[in-house]
């Protein structure tokens, strides 16, 4: 078993993320993991992140406050225990466009699906 303590887990900083802050809790410096990995990423009010996409599925579970969820389709806002899954090569944005921190969990795959 591979425990991470909330207040331990490790920070990590990807590109085109505004006032967030982003740590894993499974998975790369956050320990094994095998076929996924999880992060939290805290979103300030005003925080987003630039309109990209990436390889592999997001699935995204809002923890706490709203956070909207911006895809060439249009957007969703999410609220606490809200979902959302985006296909791999799907471009996407988060916004908080609220007046209070949101927080949303992550999980992602740690490869893509053919190099599985």
């Known amino acids: 078993m591979n ?3 909330f207040g331990d887990a490790p920070q990590y900083f990807p590109s085109e993320h505004f006032l967030m802050r982003c740590v894993r809790l499974q998975g790369h410096e956050a ?4 076929s996924l990995w999880l992060g939290v990423s805290t979103i300030e009010p005003g925080g987003h992140t630039s309109m990209s996409a990436s390889p592999v599925e997001k699935h995204y579970v809002v923890l706490d406050g709203e956070v909207c969820v911006q895809t060439v389709e249009g957007e969703v806002a999410l609220r606490r225990f809200d979902s959302c899954r985006l296909a791999p090569g799907a471009r996407r944005a988060l916004h908080n466009r609220g007046a209070r921190p949101a927080m949303i969990l992550l999980a992602m795959p740690l490869a893509r699906p053919e190099a599985l």
Not at 31 to 34: D, L, W
Request: proline content about 14%; overall charge positive.
């Open 3 to 5: 425990v991470t303590r």
């Open 31 to 34: 320990g094994p993991a095998q």
